[in-house]
């Protein structure tokens, strides 16, 4: 049986320190006798109060812009088709700023105002520190985002952080993923990896990728990598093309993707290249030829929900941003799912026995999301299945899920 983490454990796994008392932007606080207080406040018997926390400011600012906008849509839909048994869903929405820090205050101050659950955090280390701040008050949490394996689950105590869901896909599985689609589906049995080192995302995928596909049968021929803020990539694509790969996979960020696509092209590398949830904005950094054959794998697909992407636009002025903004709105639909379940037992909002049963629902539960219908795993991960995209005329298309 997995171990379920307290929030002293939890603290020491993830490597980050919760700001109990540290008190700045949000004017939070965070005692024990805030989570005592949570009940009273939470029980308000007409509304049902949710918090919604992303980067509004900052560096980070487009993905957690997307993912409280997508969230939000979602909510005041369920307002507008009368709410959850007739209550309104009040959204309180806390920007964190891309800070860790700020991030607990955040959760705090919405802990104080009553909130039932969270749709939150966006980024990895805020989100681990707010995860630990929440298994205090045992507070339902469904990340969109944030792929770090910790967020929910200590592999080396084999703990799972009871409170917290997440929406997204983890690091793993995208490496893991895309081996499977280029030996199984696309025939390749040579391949070379290109990547960032020192940066988890780009390790991680590269790591799962060159592990599952010599499992698989597939002979790796060369692994490359290059260090942050390097521009030229010739050398380490010269000695790819001398390895003869059938296809590189490239788990990195689309500025960079963009880069080292033009610089294969110029030393004559001219393979299909792979990667991951990072391509996600590659349109418009590669011409249609250095993309020709070119593969990565999303949460989301362009085209996927007509539906959410006409409300986005209504609600919004504007088409959805990026892939961030499904995924919120499918956090949030999570988090409705288990406060529907607690509400139709007749619980108080709140208590121990109501924020408990938000969290048994999620965990045996089927999400019909737009980003796919899914269940949990035992490590509160999403089992679904992935979009896989290619590229028609330099532009990103749905050629299947997988």
Not at 135 to 149: I, K, L, Q, R, W
Not at 284 to 291: M, V
Not at 375 to 383: G, I, L, N, W
């Amino acid at each position: 049986m997995k171990k379920m983490i307290s929030r002293r454990n939890f603290l020491t796994a993830a490597g980050v320190v919760a700001a109990a008392g540290v008190l700045t932007a949000c004017g939070g606080s965070s005692s024990s006798t805030a989570a005592s207080s949570t009940a009273a406040s939470a029980a308000s018997g007409d509304t049902i109060k949710i918090g919604v926390m992303g980067p509004l400011t900052g560096n980070v600012s487009v993905y957690g812009q997307a993912v409280v906008n997508g969230a939000a849509l979602y909510l005041k839909q369920v307002n507008a088709d009368g709410g959850i048994n007739g209550k309104q869903i009040e959204i309180l929405t806390e920007d964190e700023q891309g800070d860790a820090t700020q991030a607990v205050n955040c959760f705090t101050k919405m802990v104080d105002e009553g909130i039932t659950a969270l749709v939150g955090d966006v980024t990895t280390t805020p989100t681990l520190a707010v995860a630990a701040e929440s298994a205090d008050y045992n507070m339902p949490m469904v990340t969109a985002s944030a792929t770090a394996e910790a967020v929910t689950y200590d592999a080396e105590t084999d703990t799972v952080n009871e409170n917290v869901f997440r929406a997204t896909f983890t690091d793993p599985f995208q490496g893991i993923k895309m081996a499977d689609y280029a030996y199984q589906k696309l025939g390749y049995t040579k391949a070379a990896v290109i990547f960032k080192k020192g940066a988890d995302y780009n390790e991680g995928l590269a790591e799962n990728f060159v592990n599952e596909f010599e499992s698989l049968g597939g002979t790796i021929v060369d692994q490359e990598s290059y260090s942050d803020g390097d521009v030229d990539f010739k050398t380490q694509l010269t000695s790819i093309m001398g390895k003869g790969p059938e296809t590189v996979f490239c788990p990195n960020y689309y500025e960079e993707v963009g880069q080292i696509l033009s610089q294969a092209e110029s030393v004559g590398l001219n393979v299909p290249f792979l990667g991951g949830d990072g391509w996600d904005g590659l349109e418009g950094y590669a011409t249609a030829d250095q993309l020709k054959d070119s593969y990565f794998c999303a949460n989301y697909a362009k085209g996927s929900s007509p539906e959410f992407e006409d409300a986005y636009k209504a609600e919004y002025g504007e088409d959805y941003p990026n892939g961030f903004a499904p995924l919120g709105y499918d956090a949030a639909k999570t988090v409705v799912y288990g406060v529907q379940a607690a509400e139709d037992a007749g619980l108080e909002a709140g208590t121990d026995e109501y924020k408990q049963a938000v969290i048994d629902a999620i965990a045996s539960g089927t999400i019909e999301g737009i980003t796919g219908t899914f269940t949990f795993d035992e490590h509160h991960d999403p089992v679904k299945k992935t979009a896989i995209l290619t590229y028609v005329d330099g532009k990103p298309e749905l050629k299947e899920m997988f």
